[in-house]
């Protein structure tokens, strides 16, 4: 069956008050909430980029904004590359 054939009009919309209940798990693993100290060594050329686009905001927010949206990105490019293989295989 494919996405679009699935029925979802009946599953409710999540609330803002369900988020907060739930649990965040990468690869099986349960990931607390909020943010964690880590000290990491980036090339001088990516930090003064961030410091540079920061502007009033911590450029440190920035680099942790541009890391959320490749994971965002990394998995909808494989969805769409999962969708595209699948209406290939159906229609060869």
Do not use: C, W
Request: hydrophobic fraction near 35%.
């Amino acid at each position: 069956m494919r996405d679009e054939d699935i029925d979802t009009s009946e599953i409710p919309e999540i609330t803002e008050e369900q988020m907060k209940g739930s649990t965040l798990r990468f690869g099986g693993k349960h990931v607390s909430k909020g943010k964690m100290r880590v000290n990491i060594l980036l090339d001088a050329e990516v930090v003064a980029y961030f410091k540079s686009q920061a502007g009033g905001r911590g450029y440190q927010t920035l680099i942790n904004e541009a890391l959320k949206a490749s994971m965002r990105d990394r998995d909808l490019e494989s969805t769409i590359r999962r969708i595209i293989r699948e209406e290939l295989g159906a229609s060869g």
